[in-house]
Nanobody, 124 residues
Framework: VQLQASGGGLVQAGGSLRLSCANTGGTLNHRAVAWFRQTPGKAREFVATISWPGTFTRITGSVKGRFSISRDNALHRGYLQMDSLQPEDTAVYYC??????????????????WGQGTLVTVSS
């Protein structure tokens, strides 16, 4: 499993971005996928997770109603749709996969594969 996150960039407050997570090393089938984010000086925090094949999702409270998580199983990709972005959403966003379970939670320890991160900057 080799995860690659993309889609970050600079956007004004109120704007949208869609992050993509690809497994360049093969499949994401039967693996839970999640997104975490981290700002300088702070711990990495959970954003969202989606089960295989996509029937269960969980979104952290601070972004609920603005962010959504999805996956395209044919393309072996996961997505994080971010709408109504705010400056406090500025962070490096990481995608992660749990190779052992099709459904996982919000703890980083549950995920054994991580992408390199993509920077999202929201200007006010």
């Amino acid at each position: 499993v080799q995860l690659q996150a993309s889609g970050g960039g600079l956007v004004q407050a109120g704007g949208s971005l869609r992050l993509s997570c690809a497994n360049t090393g093969g499949t994401l089938n039967h693996r839970a996928v999640a997104w975490f984010r981290q700002t300088p000086g702070k711990a990495r925090e959970f954003v969202a997770t989606i089960s295989w094949p996509g029937t269960f999702t969980r979104i952290t409270g601070s972004v609920k109603g603005r962010f959504s998580i999805s996956r395209d199983n044919a393309l072996h990709r996961g997505y994080l749709q971010m709408d109504s972005l705010q400056p406090e959403d500025t962070a490096v966003y990481y995608c992660a996969a749990d190779s052992r379970h099709s459904r996982s939670g919000s703890r980083q320890e549950e995920y054994d594969y991580w992408g390199q991160g993509t920077l999202v900057t929201v200007s006010s």
